[in-house]
């Protein structure tokens, strides 16, 4: 029995053997396999917007050698190809009054696109009355992401609201209740957010100015006095304040993709988002900026 298993054993070892020589043979010449895992999709990111003489400027990155196109409702503005470290730069003739809603889609893979999530706005002062001190206001320009706070690059105010060092930026809100402060600082520490002087949250100033605070469910539709304070151990250090109105659908006529409303000292754009949904953002003018008013 025992030498019964050995020649059991030597047989199968044998089929082995020759299994494995056969599929060597077989494969020898094979090329390798290649790897079919997609591979991650890197975000198209923004670095920065300007407008000069007549062209608006704007840099970022994506994939490399990739075709990166720009469109703003519907209407493509460029085309062009990112670098091979993926850095992209573009100019865009504008005229004085143009709105535009500029969407950033790369072709990677078999030209499969890609939407970045990040959306540059530039939007044009209206008709001005002749009451407004600055009769030639620069155009609002500002990069929105839904669910992040809005980044300025250019105000019509020429400025964002400051004081002591602190200063307002964007507030960003949506239908459901949640809302966005942001804004920045000369000093690092804490912010603390009120709302008609009740304090609803803090948060701290990240390493390179920036703060910003999400509160959900937090304001009702009306009107409020929006301060950002920095705290220290001994109270508050400085403080800038902004009047501030949440609209509602009911503000102004909800079917349209885009609708701006002009506040003398304040603007406020509500838009779409794919998918469904509006999302608000306001920009603010400092106590001492002249009014800009709508004819």
Partial sequence: MFLTGLALAAVLLLIVQLSQSVRHQFFEDEAPVEDTQPQTVRPVLIDSVSENAGNLNIRGTSHPDVQVVFQSFGEVLAEITSSEDGEWDVDLPVAKDDTLQIRIIEKVT?????????????????????????????????????????????????????????????????????????????????????????????????DIGRWYFIAPDTLPAGEFDIGAAHMTENGILSQVTVPFERLTLASGDATKSLEIFYFPYSWQIRRQLIGGGHQYTAVFASKDTPPIIQQ
């Fill in 110 to 206: 078999d030209d499969i696109p890609v939407m970045a999530d990040e959306t540059v706005f530039r939007i044009p002062a209206p008709q001005l009355d002749a009451a407004s001190v600055d009769q030639n206001p620069q155009a609002l320009i500002f990069v929105a992401v839904p669910g992040k706070p809005s980044s300025i690059f250019q105000s019509p105010f020429r400025g964002l609201p400051t004081s002591g060092g602190i200063s307002m930026g964007s507030i960003d809100y949506d239908e459901s209740g949640g809302v966005i402060f942001s804004g920045t600082s000369e000093n690092p520490g804490r912010i603390r957010v009120f709302a008609n002087n009740m304090a609803i949250g803090e948060q701290t100033v990240d």
